[in-house]
């Protein structure tokens, strides 16, 4: 499985970004696509995470509300659109992909992509 992150970059507090994850090389039917997130120091954040076959999100409290995660018929790419960007967003954003349907932060990723940094600032 690959996953490639694209669409991060500089954005004043405020604004907003839309992340890619593009998913290839792989037969499931049933998986999930999640966005985590780290900062140097911290922990790695879990953001969102979309069931493909059930089509339904998952989003942490810190991002619910401002933060969208979809798809499309073809399943890829992944989109997160961020909107209303914080300094606190500010990290590298990696996609993971679940084998399975259901989608946790904290577990059951199986693979990752190599993350793009989203830098929020004036």
């Known amino acids: 499985v690959q996953l490639v992150e694209s669409g991060g970059g500089l954005v004043q507090p405020g604004g907003s970004l839309r992340l890619s994850c593009a998913v290839s090389g792989f037969t499931f039917e049933d998986y999930a696509i999640g966005w985590l997130r780290q900062t140097p120091g911290k922990e790695r954040e879990g953001v969102a995470c979309?069931?493909?076959?059930?089509?339904?999100?998952l989003y942490a409290e810190s991002v619910q509300g401002r933060f969208t995660i979809s798809s499309n018929v073809a399943r890829t790419p992944v989109y997160l659109q961020m909107n209303s960007l914080k300094p606190d967003d500010t990290a590298v954003y990696y996609c993971?992909?679940?084998?399975?349907?259901?989608?946790?932060?904290?577990?059951?990723?199986?693979?990752w992509g190599k993350g793009t940094l989203v830098t929020v600032s004036d």
């Open positions: 993971a992909f679940y084998s399975h349907r259901w989608c946790a932060f904290e577990y059951g990723m199986d693979f």
């Open positions: 979309l069931s493909l076959s059930e089509n339904t999100p």
